[in-house]
């Protein structure tokens, strides 16, 4: 619900009703401050008047035009996309196991892009992995985390955005893509094996540390092997969805 709401937030729809609440909180405010300036008899925001010719003119006050220019400057703020001189440019992203996407984000794709790199950069998913400190079981709860929030991610994109926006259908495959063509081949072949075998290892060994106990993994050099190829692939998505995100900085 949180991520629908967030993804809601960038909407144009949402940005046009703040936009509107804004201005009819403008309006307020004039109308108050023009009655307290000037009092309820000389209140006159619009006048029409029939000239003797039968011509209609319309007479704009000194508050009515100040209100004019206020709810420009609102929609402007509210309504025009802010940064967008790299939104139109088509981005083209490789990544090995996934393949190249081209895209022009706007800024709803922009902002899931960012969401996704975030949750990938503060997790273990694409930092180096330390034959002399990190531990497996650790880096596989990090990832499991992962897969969990990106694909709660994709869940949450309304299905109407999907329907009309061929690049956040094209995101949300990549997205899938990096879950099921990454970070599942190497949890589905290594994990539950070393994860037995570490649990039983750490109650018969308990003097030693966790480091030492996963160097006597039967296909620890094979694991760790393919758990740092899996950590080079999300290194170069984590700079693929940075470029989404940003723009060709």
């Not at 709860?141 to 929030?149: I, Q, T």
């Amino acid at each position: 619900m949180r991520e629908r709401w967030r993804i809601w937030q960038l909407s144009l729809q949402a940005r046009i009703l703040k936009a509107f609440f804004a201005m009819a909180v403008t309006l307020a405010l004039t109308i108050w401050m023009a009655r307290l300036l000037a009092g309820d008899q000389g209140l006159d925001l619009l006048r029409i008047q029939l000239g003797n010719s039968g011509a209609v003119s319309i007479v704009l006050s000194p508050w009515m035009f100040g209100l004019l220019v206020v709810w420009l400057f609102v929609i402007w703020w509210f309504v025009w996309p802010k940064n967008t001189a790299w939104e139109a440019k088509e981005v083209t992203i490789d990544v090995a196991k996934i393949g190249s996407i081209k895209l022009a984000p706007n800024q709803e794709v922009a902002g899931l892009a960012h969401r996704a790199w975030s949750e990938i950069v503060t997790r273990k998913a694409c930092l180096p992995f330390d034959e002399e400190h990190d531990v497996i079981t650790e880096v596989y709860d990090s990832w499991y985390a992962l897969f969990g929030e990106i694909r709660s991610l994709i869940k949450a994109i309304p299905v109407e955005k999907l329907r009309a926006s061929e690049d956040a259908r094209k995101l949300c495959d990549f997205l899938k893509s990096a879950l099921n063509d990454i970070l599942r081949p190497h949890l589905t072949k290594y994990q539950a094996r070393f994860r037995a075998w570490f649990e039983s290892e750490r109650e018969q060994h308990k003097d030693k540390s966790p480091q030492d106990i996963q160097r006597a993994y039967p296909n620890y050099v094979e694991l760790v092997a393919d758990l740092k190829s899996t950590i080079s692939e999300f290194e170069t998505m984590e700079v693929a969805l940075k470029t989404i995100a940003r723009g060709n900085e």
